[in-house]
């Protein structure tokens, strides 16, 4: 059995890792971290968990290191880069949550505002989008893995963007309140989300250069996007919805083909041909649903994953089943 540790065990993301590799069959859950007052058993934190009796600790990464053989790491954004660095000197393959990773130094210091303690890693990590970087995720010790919006995104232009057939690119994407973490801040209250939709950061988001790199890897020419996000008043799910102007006219069935072709071998993409993609049938799950409408050069793309699941915690351990040769749907079907 493969032995797995969590740090950050207690937010919305490690729990649902938690959930997910407590049953799954060739892994064993043998270490949960986490900033605590006091140790405690993760069942009596959280009791819907009964079959979790680990103990969740306090951080200390010679201890967790000895117990694992890879390590996830579920903390936010700017605390993952120095304990990446501490388990990949002891061996320990990383799979890694937060954005530390995903991007070039000077592009990360710019969105993120702090200095990058570990530069010389960047190039060591692989972006973990399995259908698009499978070979790399096999080999490698540390997974950049994927924001819940990129994730939502690249997976809707991938295929158009590949062909090199998109000019100009519009994002609305709406999600729940758990993409915004397991904290207290007065805007994610219930008397403010409730019966409301507010749009935020926009076209500031953290995550428009993670999307624009790797458009631009696959357009091979620097891509730009309008990336407008809203908060939704639901637990989880993001809706995509994308316009896109093409540079030349594709038919819908040739369009149809072209993504069932390029997601022939990805077993969590589903292009719908007869509905629309909607929130309430991916949740919990680790599927992406794919609807297109095209509209002379112009095509409208729906995008519908759960932001914990494909989003986070499940994208993750898919890509550990890739790393290790495990069936790429191991424990998440």
């Known amino acids: 059995m493969l032995k797995v540790g969590i740090v950050g065990a207690t937010g919305y993301t490690g729990c649902e890792l938690v959930k997910i590799l407590s049953k799954h069959p060739k892994a064993e859950l043998t270490s949960l971290s986490a900033l605590l007052k006091k140790s405690q058993r993760f069942n009596q934190l959280f009791p819907q968990y009964q079959d979790v009796s680990l103990l969740c600790e306090n951080l200390d990464i010679e201890r967790v290191a000895k117990k694992c053989d890879i390590v996830f790491l579920a903390l936010p954004h700017t605390v993952s880069m120095e304990i990446a660095f501490q388990f990949l000197k002891l061996g320990k393959k990383v799979i890694d949550l937060s954005a530390d990773y995903r991007l070039p130094q000077e592009v990360y210091e710019k969105w993120y505002k702090i200095k990058h303690s570990h530069p010389e890693l960047l190039k060591q990590a692989v972006y973990g989008l399995p259908e698009l970087y499978k070979p790399e995720i096999k080999e490698a010790s540390l997974i950049a893995n994927p924001g819940c919006y990129p994730t939502s995104v690249l997976l809707a232009l991938v295929p158009l963007i590949n062909e090199k057939l998109i000019q100009e690119i519009i994002v609305d994407s709406k999600t729940g309140v758990s993409g915004t973490g397991r904290k207290a801040d007065i805007n994610l ?16 988001h953290q995550h428009i250069p993670e999307i624009e790199q790797e458009l631009s890897k696959l357009a091979g020419r620097e891509i730009e996007i309008i990336f407008i996000p809203h908060l939704i008043p639901v637990d989880r799910g993001i809706l995509s919805t994308i316009y896109v102007s093409l ?6 069935k040739e369009v149809s083909d072209l993504y069932k072709d390029f997601y022939s071998q990805s077993p969590f993409v589903k292009l719908l041909e007869n509905s629309l993609p909607q929130t309430k049938d991916v949740i919990f799950t680790n599927y992406c649903s794919l609807g297109i409408k095209i509209i002379a050069k112009k095509a409208i793309i729906i995008s519908a994953i759960d932001n914990l699941v494909k989003g986070a915690a499940g994208q993750a351990v898919q890509n550990m089943n890739i790393m290790f040769d495990f069936e790429e749907t191991e424990g998440l079907i």
Do not use: L, T
């Open 189 to 204: 209250h219930f008397s403010e989300v409730s019966a409301n939709i507010k749009p935020y950061k926009v076209n500031v």
């Open 247 to 252: 540079n030349e006219e594709i038919s819908q």
